[in-house]
C-alpha cells in the first residue's frame, strides 16, 4: 500500500512538473519569436537588445551542467585555446546533441584551424536545429566566400540579412558579392 502512495505522489508530482513546464517552455518560443521580429525589422533602434536576448536565450541549453561546458568552450575559444574548446564543446554535443548553438560554438573553433569541412558539418548541425541561427549562417557565408563559392556565399548572406540586417558589414558585403558576380541587387 505504501508504494502505491508514494507512485501516487510521484505521478502527481510530474503531472504538476508537466502542466507548468508546457505553458513555460509555449511562452519562452513566444517570445523568442517576437524578439526574432523585433530583430528582423530594419528600423528597430532596440535591435541590440533583441540580439542579446536572442543569443542568451539559444546559449540555454536547459541543464546547468551544460550550459556550464558552453560556457567552458567559449573561454577557450576565446583564449585560442582551439583544441580545449573543441574537447569542451564535443562533450557538450555528446550529452546535448539537440543544442544547436554547442554545433556552432565547435564550427568556429573548428574554422578557427581553418578544418573547413569539420566546421560546416558542425554548421550544419547548428542550421538543421535552428535554421534563423544567424551566426551559423554567417559561418557558413564565410566559408563559402573563403573556399571561392561567391554565388552560394551571396545567397547565404542575403538570408542572414533578412533574419539580421543590423548584423555588422552586411549590407556591404552583398553590394561586394552583387558586383563581383554580376548579381541583381534584390
Known sequence: MACAFISKRIVAALLVCVAFAAPAAAQEASDLDTL???LADPDNDNWRRAERKVIDAWSRSGSDSMDFLL??????????????????????????????????????????????????????????????????????????????????????????EAIHPHLQDVDETIERLEKETGATPL
Do not use: C, K
Open 71 to 160: 560556457q567552458r568552450g567559449r573561454d577557450a575559444i576565446e583564449e585560442e585555446e582551439w583544441a580545449s574548446a573543441i574537447d569542451h564543446l564535443s562533450a557538450l554535443i555528446d550529452h546535448a546533441p539537440d543544442f544547436a548553438e554547442a554545433f556552432h560554438a565547435r564550427a568556429t573553433a573548428f574554422y578557427q584551424q581553418d578544418r573547413f569541412g569539420l566546421a560546416m558539418n558542425d554548421i550544419g548541425a547548428a542550421l538543421a536545429l535552428n535554421p534563423d541561427h544567424f551566426g551559423a549562417l554567417s559561418g557558413l557565408a564565410v566559408i563559402l566566400q573563403r573556399t571561392g563559392n561567391s554565388e552560394a556565399a551571396l545567397e547565404v548572406w542575403r538570408r542572414v
Open 36 to 38: 526574432m521580429t523585433e
